[in-house]
């Protein structure tokens, strides 16, 4: 999926989008939920951003269909940190997690992701919470 404003209600609408068409596959093939919606990060610039939205659920012995796919999530290093506010500013703090990853020594292990842990339809912008990970070797 792709974004091509990166403010707040474009990003909301980007991954309510995609979380939609996950939905309908979850209830589809009866899988619950497990765990707060995710996003695997593309190419990302100042102005767009590209994105796997995810969502972690109880089983596996599903086969994906159309643009949903099952995939094993990541497992094993990565620094985390967790971004309070605005989608308007998550870039910042992916810059920051990039300089500190360089800064100490860190090589990227594959894309960075985030879990979306609040609702922005029912939670203030000020307030918003995402858990940005990225893995490293």
Known sequence: SKITALDTPS???GYEEAYAEIGAFMKKHRLNQVGPPLGIDGPMTATSMEFQPGMAVDRAD??????????QSHAGRALKTTHVGSYDELGTTYER????LQANGYE???PSFAFYLDDPAKTAEAVLRTEVYWPVK
């Open 108 to 110: 990227m292990a594959g």
């Open 11 to 13: 990003v909301t609408r």
């Open 62 to 71: 599903v086969v994906g269909e159309g643009n949903v796919k099952v995939l």
């Open 97 to 100: 997690l990039a300089a500190w």
